[in-house]
């Protein structure tokens, strides 16, 4: 991170204030601010943690602090579609494995990785509180349940 | 079978059960009105003490009592936050309530913030729950289109804001301190206690972390009374009950039953038996931080806070994850660390360290290069994290907040029950499924 | 106040106080890393862990507080708490977090800065076990720059966080973050905000491993080879109380040193890395005189000679007056002297003052930490010595055509404005007492050298009226001698007086007699913390 980075902006500003006025201290709003910043970015950059550190007053390197605890907040440019697929136990006694190994031979890419068009990033995640419907897969916001491979390649090539 | 007719999820399967016109339509915020206008706020905690009502996030701690912590002398503001972080492995109950019928969450969240008479309330959902989301920020928008929120709720004269937070990936801002401190735009490291939150929670001030399902329960209370409430399941522990099964099952689902229903019912009646009619092997009966049981113990067990005490494990957050006879119990252990390393928030020592030694030990298990002193050290380090050999004991208390427990304990549960399929993976070379 | 029985100690403390800053207060070793006394509680590092008679689990003693028990709830009828330090299960509980510690932490001690003075060390032979248990190869992470004087290997950190909240709470500027979670884990910066605040070298004393180190003491000696002085900052009128470290006449580090009543636990850079700009300079070793525009060297007798003839006989007119220039950066004792000769010796032909200060902004920091806008270390310890003085005596000179001047030299934090230099230009005789070449040195007549900073002894006082024991590091050099002596023999010489002190306790004790601020002070009561001249402090 340097000072020459290009500056962010909200390109909502009423949203920003509107998300600090709700919170008795400006530092509440942080993960909001986060989460919209990455709304709108597609990924949390060096000058987002800068334009939300000054909104917040407070240090960035405290911005990157909480940015760097949490799994759905990324540094990095993701793909279009973010695979994250459920690995804990009940997932994975319902054939989450295969779904991964599944989606790595598809796509020839490993757990982490995106495939080279950009469409999709594979992210092998831990669970999602969907154990009732597992496997369970999160692309980008939303959730799907229940998967098999022959739904899972369905679903996937319906994807644009 | 019993007479039990679901409570708070009665209504799931109504079309459009989430809005705030069928929540009405089915008496919704009669309770509410019935404590603004008849109750003083010791009243209300007074009724939910008398009830019993125990915690349903895990820890099981009475939500009278725990409102009754709150100091009544003093300038600081006070505030409510209804923990819908859910991540419990295993556990989908909340999820259920909010999206189907958010309203008496809302309704359960506005009682608890009147008792304590906070005037800002927080709804922390798990940042992956974004659907759900949508649902609380519709609901938030018709509760204060209706004037249950905001100025003067319902004449009242009583103020309130709910805000709903989202989270952003961690389990451990399940834990009510990691929570406040995510809450605060921080790491979600859980905090030193005492002071506890009742005393010193949201920006040092005195706040309540309650469950969704407990705040859920508490509309219920206020309409029927503690009695009432008090006489559904055992008296150390009553009301209604989300009980969540997965695994292999035949039908895993949310199940409401009262407390104390035995637990081979779920599993054989609700859930429809083992998948393919196999064999069961082992449960987790309250989340993936329970100890496992072993289907021999699952024989006559009542899922309640006492009868999970009885085979030393617990209720928790009554996630209920089937393994049968098909699973290798070193790949579900190895599976179980993995999770809590991948989880572990890295404050304390035992718990940063002591999670990816059990990894690295169990990988090297299970895949076939472990010696029988592997298994040893596994029962040690777990020991040192805080999972004591005899559970009944309790912990040490090694670690800042449950975590080291709620790793140490499946992990040795795992080992202590199916110690032959751990020995077996050094003999034969790896894990046989 | 509630007792405490803690091991087989009773101890009285007030209610509040914690189980662990009571051990510490009566010398029982309880090991911590996480804790420090002015940082936030976080009880993380899970080494503190003692055990409490009546409750179920071990506690951590950091955050365990001593309250009053019910009548009825007393240990054994009479204690409010009962702790053991050393039972088996604490001493289990210390050696499992010590392993679980150096999982990752690498045996490179016979490298390692920290080694000698490193709490992962030292309790692991006191409290850890033998042998390690873990097979797995350790994280091996590189080391990374943390800013311009601090350096961190990652791989010895035991994530204790100190560092961290010191940036949050105490210098507030917030360089250091955590960075990632779990066993990732790492201290951490920003690329363009790195760890260059005036308190950053502080990190490197709180840590309690050898992760954050000092790139002005890498690998540059052992820390069992070298001589520990306790000693006074002398960069500003604070004081910070400081351990110099040093070997054969050299300084390799400097640290702070505890004391409440002054700094605290901390001190800044500047007082932290001044040992290099002392050692910097050009040094004046012998009296000299300038014969032909060039430094020519005389012997102490020969420059005493000298300033007897230009100054101590008395002529006619304004012009046969003597500047005499104290120096807040000296010591009070070289002052005192300094003022014996002029109210003695020159009496009315003395126009005593000192050149202008150099004055900087004050700066404070959120954990309280303050660094002077007076740049001198002892401008109150001179006004208590000599009352009637110039603080900026250049009018005066000028207004009385002064043509003679003794001056005791600030130092190396001295540059002069061109009026100045063109009034020193104009002298007839000056006569510069001074340890290094500085612009004031240049100008002389006659140079006679003093002790370096490192190289005094004697008092100083603070700007909130401490006096506190400045000690020498280092010998003197050349011929140099302690500027006390040398008014001293100026005094003999001009005065014809017979003062016969050889050493500078003398001079406090002469001072003890004729200053009121003095009264009652000795070196020995001084001690390593000092004296407050608020008789009230100074009696508690």
Same mark, same amino acid.
């Given at each position: 991170?340097?000072?020459?980075?290009?500056?962010?902006?909200?390109?909502?500003?009423?949203?920003?204030?509107?998300?600090?006025?709700?919170?008795?201290?400006?530092?509440?709003?942080?993960?909001?601010?986060?989460?919209?910043?990455?709304?709108?970015?597609?990924?949390?950059?060096?000058?987002?943690?800068?334009?939300?550190?000054?909104?917040?007053?407070?240090?960035?390197?405290?911005?990157?602090?909480?940015?760097?605890?949490?799994?759905?907040?990324?540094?990095?440019?993701? &793909?279009?579609?973010?695979?994250?697929?459920?690995?804990?136990?009940?997932?994975?006694?319902?054939?989450?494995?295969?779904?991964?190994?599944?989606?790595?031979?598809?796509?020839?890419?490993?757990?982490?990785?995106?495939?080279?068009?950009?469409?999709?990033?594979?992210?092998?995640?831990?669970?999602?509180?969907?154990?009732?419907?597992?496997?369970?897969?999160?692309?980008?916001?939303?959730?799907?349940?229940?998967?098999?491979?022959?739904?899972?390649?369905?679903?996937?090539?319906?994807?644009? | 079978?019993?007479?039990?007719?679901? %409570?708070?999820?009665?209504?799931?399967?109504?079309?459009?059960?989430?809005?705030?016109?069928?929540?009405?339509?089915?008496?919704?915020?009669?309770?509410?009105?019935?404590?603004?206008?008849?109750?003083?706020?010791?009243?209300?905690?007074?009724?939910?003490?008398?009830?019993?009502?125990?915690?349903? &996030?895990?820890?099981?701690?009475?939500?009278?009592?725990?409102?009754?912590?709150?100091?009544?002398?003093?300038?600081?503001?006070?505030?409510?936050?209804?923990?819908?972080?859910?991540?419990?492995?295993?556990?989908?109950?909340?999820?259920?309530?909010?999206?189907?019928?958010?309203?008496?969450?809302?309704?359960?969240?506005?009682?608890?913030?009147?008792?304590?008479?906070?005037?800002?309330?927080?709804?922390?959902?798990?940042?992956?729950?974004?659907?759900?989301?949508?649902?609380?920020?519709?609901?938030?928008?018709?509760?204060?289109?209706?004037?249950?929120?905001?100025?003067?709720?319902?004449?009242?004269?009583?103020?309130?804001?709910?805000?709903?937070?989202?989270?952003?990936?961690?389990?451990?801002?399940?834990?009510?301190?990691?929570?406040?401190?995510?809450?605060?735009?921080?790491?979600?490291?859980?905090?030193?206690?005492?002071?506890?939150?009742?005393?010193?929670?949201?920006?040092?001030?005195?706040?309540?972390?309650?469950?969704?399902?407990?705040?859920?329960?508490?509309?219920?209370?206020?309409?029927?009374?503690?009695?009432?409430?008090?006489?559904?399941?055992?008296?150390?522990?009553?009301?209604?009950?989300?009980?969540?099964?997965?695994?292999?099952?035949?039908?895993?689902?949310?199940?409401?039953?009262?407390?104390?229903?035995?637990?081979?019912?779920?599993?054989?009646?609700?859930?429809?038996?083992?998948?393919?009619?196999?064999?069961?092997?082992?449960?987790?009966?309250?989340?993936?931080?329970?100890?496992?049981?072993?289907?021999?113990?699952?024989?006559?067990?009542?899922?309640?806070?006492?009868?999970?005490?009885?085979?030393?494990?617990?209720?928790?957050?009554?996630? %209920?994850?089937?393994?049968?006879?098909?699973?290798?119990?070193?790949?579900?252990?190895?599976?179980?660390?993995?999770?809590?390393?991948?989880?572990?928030?890295?404050?304390?020592?035992?718990?940063?360290?002591?999670?990816?030694?059990?990894?690295?030990?169990?990988?090297?298990?299970?895949?076939?290069?472990?010696?029988?002193?592997?298994?040893?050290?596994?029962?040690?380090?777990?020991?040192?994290?805080?999972?004591?050999?005899?559970?009944?004991?309790?912990?040490?208390?090694?670690?800042?907040?449950?975590?080291?427990?709620?790793?140490?304990?499946?992990?040795?549960?795992?080992?202590?029950?199916?110690?032959?399929?751990?020995?077996?993976?050094?003999?034969?070379?790896?894990?046989?499924? | 106040?509630?007792?405490?029985?803690?091991?087989?100690?009773?101890?009285?403390?007030?209610?509040?106080?914690?189980?662990?800053?009571?051990?510490?207060?009566?010398?029982?070793?309880?090991?911590?890393?996480?804790?420090?006394?002015?940082?936030?509680?976080?009880?993380?590092?899970?080494?503190?862990?003692?055990?409490?008679?009546?409750?179920?689990?071990?506690?951590?003693?950091?955050?365990?507080?001593?309250?009053?028990?019910?009548?009825?709830?007393?240990?054994?009828?009479?204690?409010?708490?009962?702790?053991?330090?050393?039972?088996?299960?604490?001493?289990?509980?210390?050696?499992?977090?010590?392993?679980?510690?150096?999982?990752?932490?690498?045996?490179?001690?016979?490298?390692?800065?920290?080694?000698?003075?490193?709490?992962?060390?030292?309790?692991?032979?006191?409290?850890?076990?033998?042998?390690?248990?873990?097979?797995?190869?350790?994280?091996?992470?590189?080391?990374?720059?943390?800013?311009?004087?601090?350096?961190?290997?990652?791989?010895?950190?035991?994530?204790?966080?100190?560092?961290?909240?010191?940036?949050?709470?105490?210098?507030?500027?917030?360089?250091?973050?955590?960075?990632?979670?779990?066993?990732?884990?790492? %201290?951490?910066?920003?690329?363009?905000?790195?760890?260059?605040?005036?308190?950053?070298?502080?990190?490197?004393?709180?840590?309690?491993?050898?992760?954050?180190?000092?790139?002005?003491?890498?690998?540059?000696?052992?820390?069992?080879?070298?001589?520990?002085?306790?000693?006074?900052?002398?960069?500003?009128?604070?004081?910070?109380?400081?351990?110099?470290?040093?070997?054969?006449?050299?300084?390799?580090?400097?640290?702070?040193?505890?004391?409440?009543?002054?700094?605290?636990?901390?001190?800044?850079?500047?007082?932290?890395?001044?040992?290099?700009?002392?050692?910097?300079?050009?040094?004046?070793?012998?009296?000299?005189?300038?014969?032909?525009?060039?430094?020519?060297?005389?012997?102490?007798?020969?420059?005493?000679?000298?300033?007897?003839?230009?100054?101590?006989?008395?002529?006619?007119?304004?012009?046969?007056?003597?500047?005499?220039?104290?120096?807040?950066?000296?010591?009070?004792?070289?002052?005192?002297?300094?003022?014996?000769?002029?109210?003695?010796?020159?009496?009315?032909?003395?126009?005593?003052?000192?050149?202008?200060?150099?004055?900087?902004?004050?700066?404070?920091?959120?954990?309280?930490?303050?660094?002077?806008?007076?740049?001198?270390?002892?401008?109150?310890?001179?006004?208590?010595?000599?009352?009637?003085?110039?603080?900026?005596?250049?009018?005066?000179?000028?207004?009385?055509?002064?043509?003679?001047?003794?001056?005791?030299?600030?130092?190396?934090?001295?540059?002069?404005?061109?009026?100045?230099?063109?009034?020193?230009?104009?002298?007839?005789?000056?006569?510069?007492?001074?340890?290094?070449?500085?612009?004031?040195?240049?100008?002389?007549?006659?140079?006679?050298?003093?002790?370096?900073?490192?190289?005094?002894? &004697?008092?100083?006082?603070?700007?909130?009226?401490?006096?506190?024991?400045?000690?020498?590091?280092?010998?003197?050099?050349?011929?140099?001698?302690?500027?006390?002596?040398?008014?001293?023999?100026?005094?003999?010489?001009?005065?014809?007086?017979?003062?016969?002190?050889?050493?500078?306790?003398?001079?406090?004790?002469?001072?003890?007699?004729?200053?009121?601020?003095?009264?009652?002070?000795?070196?020995?009561?001084?001690?390593?913390?000092?004296?407050?001249?608020?008789?009230?402090?100074?009696?508690?």
């Amino acid at each position: 991170m340097t000072n020459n980075d290009p500056k962010f902006e909200f390109d909502k500003p009423e949203m920003v204030e509107n998300i600090i006025s709700h919170y008795p201290d400006k530092r509440s709003a942080v993960l909001p601010l986060l989460h919209l910043a990455q709304s709108q970015e597609g990924f949390i950059s060096s000058a987002v943690m800068r334009t939300i550190a000054q909104l917040v007053e407070a240090a960035p390197a405290e911005i990157a602090d909480t940015v760097s605890f949490y799994t759905m907040l990324y540094t990095e440019p993701q &793909g279009k579609f973010n695979l994250q697929v459920c690995q804990t136990l009940s997932c994975s006694l319902n054939g989450a494995d295969e779904l991964v190994d599944h989606i790595c031979g598809e796509y020839k890419i490993n757990p982490g990785e995106t495939t080279e068009d950009g469409k999709f990033t594979l992210t092998k995640v831990e669970c999602l509180g969907a154990c009732g419907t597992a496997p369970v897969v999160q692309i980008n916001n939303d959730y799907h349940e229940g998967l098999s491979i022959e739904s899972l390649d369905k679903l996937l090539d319906s994807l644009e | 079978m019993s007479d039990f007719k679901p %409570i708070l999820t009665e209504h799931i399967h109504t079309e459009n059960s989430h809005t705030l016109e069928f929540y009405r339509s089915v008496g919704g915020y009669s309770a509410l009105e019935k404590v603004l206008k008849t109750m003083a706020p010791d009243d209300v905690t007074n009724e939910v003490k008398a009830s019993n009502l125990r915690g349903r &996030g895990g820890a099981g701690f009475s939500a009278g009592l725990k409102w009754g912590f709150i100091p009544k002398e003093g300038d600081k503001p006070k505030y409510l936050v209804c923990n819908a972080d859910e991540s419990e492995p295993g556990t989908f109950k909340d999820r259920l309530l909010m999206t189907k019928v958010p309203h008496q969450m809302l309704e359960g969240i506005i009682i608890a913030s009147y008792a304590i008479q906070a005037q800002l309330a927080f709804v922390y959902i798990r940042g992956e729950f974004y659907s759900e989301y949508l649902i609380l920020e519709q609901m938030i928008a018709e509760a204060k289109e209706a004037s249950l929120l905001g100025k003067n709720i319902l004449d009242s004269g009583y103020d309130l804001d709910v805000v709903i937070h989202r989270g952003a990936g961690a389990y451990i801002c399940g834990e009510e301190t990691g929570l406040l401190e995510s809450l605060e735009g921080k790491r979600g490291w859980p905090r030193i206690k005492p002071p506890f939150p009742a005393i010193e929670g949201y920006l040092k001030s005195p706040t309540i972390v309650n469950n969704v399902e407990t705040l859920a329960n508490v509309p219920h209370i206020i309409n029927r009374g503690a009695d009432w409430f008090r006489a559904i399941g055992p008296e150390k522990g009553p009301g209604p009950k989300l009980f969540c099964i997965s695994g292999r099952v035949k039908k895993p689902g949310v199940y409401e039953e009262p407390m104390g229903i035995s637990l081979q019912d779920l599993i054989y009646d609700r859930a429809g038996g083992i998948t393919k009619d196999r064999k069961l092997k082992a449960v987790f009966p309250g989340g993936s931080s329970s100890p496992i049981l072993t289907a021999e113990e699952t024989e006559d067990l009542k899922m309640d806070f006492s009868g999970l005490a009885s085979v030393n494990s617990m209720l928790g957050s009554a996630g %209920i994850i089937v393994m049968d006879e098909t699973v290798n119990m070193v790949k579900a252990c190895l599976n179980v660390a993995r999770f809590y390393a991948h989880e572990s928030c890295g404050q304390c020592t035992p718990c940063r360290e002591g999670t990816s030694w059990l990894v690295k030990i169990l990988t090297r298990l299970y895949d076939g290069n472990g010696t029988r002193r592997d298994i040893e050290m596994l029962l040690e380090i777990t020991d040192n994290m805080g999972g004591l050999a005899d559970f009944s004991l309790g912990s040490f208390g090694k670690t800042v907040c449950p975590f080291g427990e709620a790793v140490s304990w499946p992990v040795r549960s795992f080992i202590e029950k199916f110690e032959n399929e751990f020995v077996a993976c050094v003999n034969i070379g790896g894990a046989v499924v | 106040m509630p007792l405490l029985k803690i091991d087989d100690r009773e101890i009285e403390v007030a209610a509040g106080t914690t189980v662990l800053d009571a051990a510490l207060a009566n010398d029982i070793e309880i090991p911590h890393y996480c804790y420090h006394p002015v940082l936030e509680i976080v009880g993380s590092c899970r080494m503190c862990m003692v055990e409490i008679e009546g409750m179920p689990k071990l506690q951590v003693s950091c955050n365990t507080r001593i309250g009053n028990a019910l009548p009825d709830r007393k240990v054994d009828g009479m204690y409010d708490m009962v702790v053991s330090t050393k039972s088996d299960i604490v001493k289990r509980a210390r050696e499992n977090t010590l392993e679980f510690l150096l999982l990752n932490h690498p045996l490179d001690c016979p490298v390692c800065d920290q080694a000698g003075e490193c709490f992962l060390q030292d309790y692991s032979f006191r409290y850890g076990r033998a042998h390690s248990r873990f097979e797995d190869e350790k994280r091996v992470r590189p080391a990374e720059d943390l800013g311009a004087g601090v350096v961190i290997n990652q791989n010895r950190c035991i994530m204790c966080t100190r560092c961290v909240r010191f940036t949050r709470e105490i210098s507030g500027t917030g360089e250091l973050f955590v960075q990632q979670r779990g066993n990732s884990t790492k %201290i951490s910066i920003l690329e363009d905000k790195p760890l260059d605040n005036l308190l950053a070298g502080n990190v490197t004393d709180i840590c309690p491993v050898g992760a954050l180190l000092s790139k002005d003491y890498i690998h540059r000696n052992r820390i069992w080879n070298l001589d520990r002085q306790p000693s006074v900052c002398q960069e500003c009128s604070v004081g910070c109380n400081v351990d110099i470290y040093h070997k054969n006449g050299k300084v390799f580090r400097t640290s702070a040193r505890e004391n409440l009543d002054v700094n605290g636990y901390f001190i800044c850079d500047t007082g932290r890395y001044s040992y290099h700009d002392y050692e910097a300079v050009e040094r004046v070793t012998s009296p000299m005189i300038r014969k032909d525009k060039k430094w020519q060297k005389i012997s102490w007798d020969g420059a005493f000679k000298e300033i007897f003839e230009k100054l101590g006989r008395k002529k006619e007119g304004d012009s046969n007056n003597v500047a005499g220039i104290f120096s807040p950066f000296h010591t009070s004792e070289a002052n005192f002297m300094f003022a014996r000769l002029m109210q003695n010796v020159f009496k009315e032909r003395a126009v005593i003052g000192t050149l202008p200060l150099p004055k900087e902004e004050e700066k404070k920091f959120p954990g309280g930490f303050r660094i002077s806008g007076d740049c001198s270390p002892n401008w109150r310890g001179l006004t208590e010595v000599s009352s009637y003085i110039y603080e900026d005596i250049f009018n005066e000179l000028k207004k009385q055509k002064i043509k003679l001047m003794y001056a005791l030299d600030d130092g190396v934090n001295r540059e002069l404005t061109q009026e100045w230099k063109d009034l020193l230009r104009n002298l007839d005789f000056l006569v510069v007492q001074t340890y290094a070449m500085t612009p004031l040195a240049e100008r002389a007549h006659l140079l006679l050298p003093g002790a370096a900073p490192l190289e005094r002894e &004697g008092t100083l006082m603070n700007d909130s009226g401490r006096i506190q024991w400045l000690r020498p590091v280092i010998p003197l050099k050349g011929s140099s001698r302690p500027d006390w002596k040398i008014v001293m023999e100026v005094m003999n010489t001009v005065g014809k007086r017979e003062l016969d002190y050889s050493h500078v306790n003398e001079v406090l004790a002469e001072m003890n007699e004729r200053i009121p601020a003095y009264e009652g002070v000795t070196f020995f009561k001084l001690g390593e913390s000092g004296m407050s001249i608020n008789e009230e402090a100074r009696e508690s």
